[in-house]
């Protein structure tokens, strides 16, 4: 049966609880999210490499994995949750969402796609275009040419757009491009999964 109410706890006791762990792997928390799913609660902690610069954060399978453990152990000993839940833990995704104004300036000039409360002055709600430079408070996006610019509280959601582009060589003959592609697909993917193929690593289960 899906939970019908909301457990309460201090989300930022876990977050204090489980620095120490992250600051031992280098790693960087991104996002803590405490959600309900069709299988129950789940503990989401979105993360990255310190000093990463990528939009999927540096983060390989690997790291999730060895952070699910840790975390998992801690959360244990400090019983800071009432009730069962599932641990999960991945990297942003290639199509990582932006939520701060430091994100926003962080990957200027990639290409994004934002959803709005109310329409642009242009009248559209969903922006997709380059991501410009814009005075605090606001968003500004290069969409067809035009310099769209809205207020960040008018942000639903914003996510960058992930792009992979193949330019097949000079003279390289035409039946090999296919199998370069693929590979250069497989090894993005394990460098920095999108957010259709992050790692998950359940946690323990709690009772009340």
């Known amino acids: ?95 990582r969402r932006l939520r701060t104004a430091a994100e926003f300036a962080r990957f200027l000039g990639r290409t994004v796609k934002v959803k709005l409360a109310r329409p642009a002055p242009d009248g559209q709600r969903l922006l997709r275009g380059e991501l410009l430079e814009a005075p605090e408070g606001q968003v500004a996006v290069l969409v067809d040419g035009k310099r769209i610019a809205v207020p960040f509280a008018d942000v639903v959601e914003a996510r960058l757009v992930f792009e992979l582009t193949a330019q097949p060589k000079k003279g390289q003959r035409q039946g090999k491009e296919p199998a370069k592609e693929s590979g250069q697909k497989k090894q993005l993917a394990e460098a920095a999964p999108r957010s259709g193929s992050k790692r998950s690593e359940r946690g323990s289960e709690k009772r009340k």
């Open 1 to 95: 049966m899906e939970p019908s109410t909301r457990a309460v706890f201090d989300l930022g006791r876990v977050r204090d609880a489980v620095a120490p762990v992250l600051a031992s792997h280098g790693i960087t928390l991104v996002d803590l999210e405490w959600i309900t799913e069709r299988a129950g609660w789940t503990l989401r902690f979105t993360i990255e490499r310190e000093g990463a610069d990528d939009a999927g954060g540096g983060v390989t399978l690997e790291d999730c994995a060895d952070v699910s453990r840790d975390v998992s152990s801690v959360l244990d000993v400090e019983d800071l949750i009432p009730n069962h839940y599932n641990l999960e833990v991945s990297s942003p995704g290639l199509d």
